[in-house]
């Protein structure tokens, strides 16, 4: 029997719930107004990916027991996912068919990205190969998701980049925090990462949290309407920082949620 809280994370619905608070974030920074179908595209297209990964990584999985519950959900329900997926792609496709048309290719083109990363991950040939950098690609394409749709009409400055940087690095942070913890669960189900290429990994993470705050506080200290969202990005990357140099405090499962949990800190600060 699972335990409640395990839910959002075994549905993949955490990972688009991180997602909306994010660009709601960097939209209140930036004045830009979202609609339903923008925030509803995102929540959708974001669950499509983690629901798709899980779906396709199950194929490899052994038979019995597997230390992972999400990966072990999707294996004992693939067929009713499968059928959920669909509906969810052509809920996709509608609401894609809202959008400006220049709106239509630059999505086109985010679409191309993480059909490469997919096909490089799960493609037998390059899987293994793609595994060493799978944890900032995975951070890269979930960041510039949840970008998409609140730099459609932005002028580029050079505040919004270094925020921009540290939220991709923040999401890659988050990836490489639950990863180390999955090391020997990800070599039983055979499943490539950095973390399994990359045994000092964990030594690397502070000075990447600290370069990750430095450039968010850059940001602010050129214009003051980035600080709530530095100190949100602040709070979280320390949080991660702590789940990963104290893996005693929570069981692995445990670990996987409060991982995205803690990326929540907009909802505080932006209160």
Not at 170 to 180: P, R
Request: proline content about 4%; glycine content about 6%; charged content about 15%.
């Amino acid at each position: 029997m699972r335990q409640w809280w395990l839910w959002p994370n075994v549905l993949s619905l955490d990972a688009p719930v991180v997602a909306l608070v994010w660009q709601a974030a960097f939209a209140q920074v930036l004045a830009v107004e979202l609609d339903w179908m923008q925030r509803g595209l995102l929540a959708v297209c974001v669950w499509l990916a983690y629901c798709g990964d899980r779906l396709l990584d199950v194929r490899r999985l052994p038979t019995g027991p597997v230390d992972s519950a999400r990966h072990a959900f999707a294996r004992d329900h693939t067929r009713p996912l499968a059928a959920a997926w669909c509906v969810g792609l052509a809920l996709a496709a509608a609401m894609a068919l809202q959008m400006s048309a220049r709106e239509m290719l630059a999505g086109a083109g985010l679409l191309a990205a993480v059909s490469v990363y997919f096909i490089l991950h799960h493609w037998q040939t390059t899987r293994e190969g793609a595994g060493r950098w799978k944890e900032p690609m995975a951070g890269l394409g979930f960041a510039l998701g949840a970008l998409f749709f609140v730099t459609r009409k932005l002028e580029i400055t050079l505040p919004f980049v270094l925020a921009a940087v540290a939220w991709v690095g923040l999401c890659a942070m988050n990836c490489m925090v639950i990863a180390g913890r999955d090391r020997e669960c990800d070599a039983v189900m055979a499943q490539p990462s950095m973390a399994r290429r990359w045994s000092g990994m964990e030594r690397a993470l502070p000075w990447m949290g600290l370069g990750w705050v430095a450039l968010v506080l850059g940001a602010a200290a050129l214009d003051a309407r980035w600080l709530p969202l530095a100190l949100a990005l602040a709070a979280s990357a320390l949080a991660l920082l702590e789940l990963a140099r104290r893996p005693e405090l929570f069981s692995a499962e445990a670990r996987r949620v409060w991982a995205d949990v803690v990326l929540l800190t907009p909802l505080f600060v932006f209160l």
